[in-house]
């Protein structure tokens, strides 16, 4: 069970850092910028229509630095809530009989 | 049990490495601005079902086990964390994954459909990423149509009998995949101007499809990760859900 749990882990970790090592001079970039290319591709005369909201209020793009903070802002949410109740489920295990 | 799953994992290890290393860049949700005001309000009242149906279900659940609410938060801060890791993929260029695999099989496909819009949102106001515009078209493909597959997946193998963590990591990879086909679909539907429909689909799913095939994978083995963490720690609940059969 342990050994499973561990074998799992590293399988996540090589698969998402190995294509970083394998693939050194890729740009390993944006997402969201090549969905807009094939647009063009396909759809030359398409012209976006909407800005994203904050991009509007701020009077230009996101700045990277706060994007990230963002983005861990959101990864520390979701992280603090599942630590919170594993822990409790974990702790709970112990003053249950089955 | 265990050797089996070991044997999946290395497989899907050997899977993705071997998948070919292609550099090309790619996308996830559909853009701010990049659906014609149509097809947003369209996806929009299409999603609308789903989300009352997800509502509902929620409730009923909530009102019948209280103590439910755990799970529930549970599986939302799953997608919350597993959508905000941005990971580099075989294909060169960086995706995320979805997460709502875990909710959808633990409580059913529409009240992950909550889930996600609460990620979307949260996602297109603070992060420039997807957009008020499109959140229709995203709720639909990551929130609806993704987690749908999944849980048709993990009970089509509950009903073959297949391993259960099995079915759990096919349910969750599958699922992801799937919504990135329905964003590929989206966007070949609203742009295909210059093409015919069936060539725009394959230029968005070639964009859209290598890279996220390794993701499907972690994403599969985070699940089952979480899974088996319940199954051992929180009985109570997954049996009240009817994941754990009474009688065993």
Known sequence: MKKTVIAAIIAVLLLA?????????????????????????????????????????????LPGEVESLLFCVQTGIGVGIIAFVMGRFVERKKWMKE | MSKKQKQIIALAGVFALTFGIVPKVNAMHVMEGYLPGGFCIAWGALCLPFLAAGFLSIKKTLNEHRNLITLLAMSGAFVFVISSLKIPSVTGSCSHMTGTGLGAILFGPSAVSILGLIVLLFQAILLAHGGLTTIGANTFSMAIAGPFVSYGIYVLCKKMNINKKAGVFLAAALGDLFTYCVTACQMALAHNADTTFGAALGKFLVVFAPTQVPLAIIEGILTVIIVMGLETYAKPELRAIGYIKEAK
Do not use: C, H, R
């Open chain 1, 17 to 61: 850092f190995v294509p970083l090592f394998a693939l050194k001079d890729a740009e390993f970039g944006g997402s969201d910028d090549a969905g807009s290319q094939v647009v063009e591709e396909v759809d030359s005369s398409y012209e976006p229509w909407a800005a994203p909201i904050l991009e509007k209020i701020l009077g230009g793009e």
